[in-house]
């Protein structure tokens, strides 16, 4: 009967730590030129002031949370410009940035923005070399943040979300393609030296014609394991020039034009992947399905003008602004961040049995670095351990009064520690940083 009530007891704090869900949504987008005058790129074919106006109206359709940039020019100015014209725009106050990493050898760097209420950034690295030590045409910039759940003290951060952000080289020749590969062989490399797998999101002008092409091939490879990315929308085949593929198009949003290229939707340039963690729709982080688009792409404009004829996929307002901001589409897709909802005391009975929980009477828990030493006065309790996700990684059955938990053997993040008897519980969260 003891044991019985303990059971449900467990199953009562599950309970009472419900899970609530917040949606993220991911914007990547190619400025083209934004703030860098060439001689074909001007201020009278590509005004900045225009732009900014253009821009806006786009922002403001999709509604980022976390908005990667390429091709803003190499300067802090131009991230100062977007936050003040572009995001926090018409009484909006929440969007910040990270300061731009640029290499000695570009005039164009990527950039990120991202909600600073819902997201708080952690760490900023870059990648310039290849793996023969050559310099990257430009750098890729990896970002990396965590969730600010509400529901949490002590930081309120729960998920740690990674973002690469590229512009690769562009070009059909077969140099261009060895650079982007040597770019994103480099990438793969850092990431497995430096970064625990987790929730990874690569992103950015990619420049590649086909899933064939080393690089992508570099990002998606079987060998990589837990650091492997995956495509969401699945190509297996040349999807450049194939009408097939016209859904998942981002480039050119118009036939002909001097700063910007012509020939109509026929590139996926722009492309969104994640890792196999974001895939997984148990995760606590994850991509939602079907949510990734090239948004002002209706799949029916191959070869053609995104404002040529009619196009539903977005309001007119939005197109129109498309279609002069730049010759990308921008391309979204939205992930779900699982939240635990502060345990709330009950003096509620479940059948009869659950009295009012005492949370911390017969528990007591100290952590030590990556050892947990529990304290426990009752009888018959049990320890668990669980990451966010709510899923089970380690369980004890007390039957000692001191147990030392071992954490060193986790994934690096969150865990909920949860001592409970039949009179009492006590949970603790801890993160362990492997």
């Known amino acids: 009967m003891r044991i019985g009530l303990i059971i449900l007891l467990a199953f009562a704090l599950n309970q009472v730590q419900a899970q609530l869900h917040d949606t993220l949504r991911v914007m990547s987008y190619n400025l083209l030129y934004f703030g860098q005058v060439t001689s074909f790129c001007t201020s009278s074919n590509n005004n900045i002031n225009d732009k900014d106006g253009y821009f806006e109206t786009v922002a403001s359709y999709i509604k980022p949370d976390l ?49 600073k209420n819902k997201l708080a950034l952690y760490r900023t690295e870059k990648v310039e070399k290849a793996l023969n030590n050559s310099s990257l045409v430009r750098v890729i910039d990896v970002w990396t943040f965590y969730y600010k759940d509400p529901n949490l003290t002590q930081g309120s951060d729960t998920a740690f979300i990674h973002l690469a952000g590229m512009h690769l080289k562009a070009g059909s020749n077969a140099s261009d393609a060895v650079d982007r590969g040597l770019a994103t062989e480099a990438l793969m490399d850092y990431l497995e030296t430096e970064y625990q797998s987790g929730y990874f999101i690569a992103a950015g002008d990619m420049n590649m014609k086909s899933s064939n092409e080393t690089a992508y091939q570099n990002l998606t490879d079987n060998a990589l ?135 911390s009477n017969n528990w007591q828990m100290d952590v030590y670095d990556q050892q947990v030493e529990v304290l ?59």
């Open 225 to 359: 394991g837990a650091y492997r990315f995956y495509d969401p929308l699945f190509p297996n085949e040349s999807w450049s020039g194939a009408s097939s593929f016209a859904f998942s198009h981002t480039q050119s949003t118009r036939t002909s034009g001097g700063c910007f290229s012509g020939g109509g939707l026929d590139d996926r340039f722009d492309i969104m992947l994640m890792s196999g963690q974001l895939m997984e729709d148990s995760a606590a982080v994850h991509y939602i399905d079907d949510s990734y688009k090239a948004v002002g792409n209706d799949g029916n404009h191959y070869n053609m003008s995104l404002i040529d004829g009619n196009n539903n996929s977005a309001p007119s307002t939005v197109l129109a602004a498309l279609y002069d901001m730049s010759d990308h589409l921008p391309v979204i897709a939205d992930i779900s961040v699982r939240l635990i909802e502060t345990p709330i005391d009950t003096s509620d009975s479940l059948n009869g049995l659950l009295m009012r929980i005492d949370r």
């Open 376 to 434: 426990h006065k009752g009888t018959e309790g049990i320890i668990q351990v669980r990451d966010l996700s709510g899923r089970l990684v380690l369980q004890l059955n007390d039957t000692k009064r001191t147990s030392r938990i071992d954490l060193s053997d986790l994934n690096a993040g969150f865990y909920i520690i949860t001592g409970v008897d039949a009179s009492s519980s006590l949970s603790r969260k801890v993160f362990v940083r492997n």
């Open 67 to 115: 908005l990667l940039v390429n091709e803003m020019g190499a300067s802090n100015i131009y991230g100062d410009r977007i936050i003040a014209n572009v995001l926090n725009t018409n009484g909006e106050t929440r969007f910040a940035r990270a300061n731009i990493q640029n290499n000695s050898f570009s005039n164009l760097v990527n950039a990120v923005f991202y909600d």
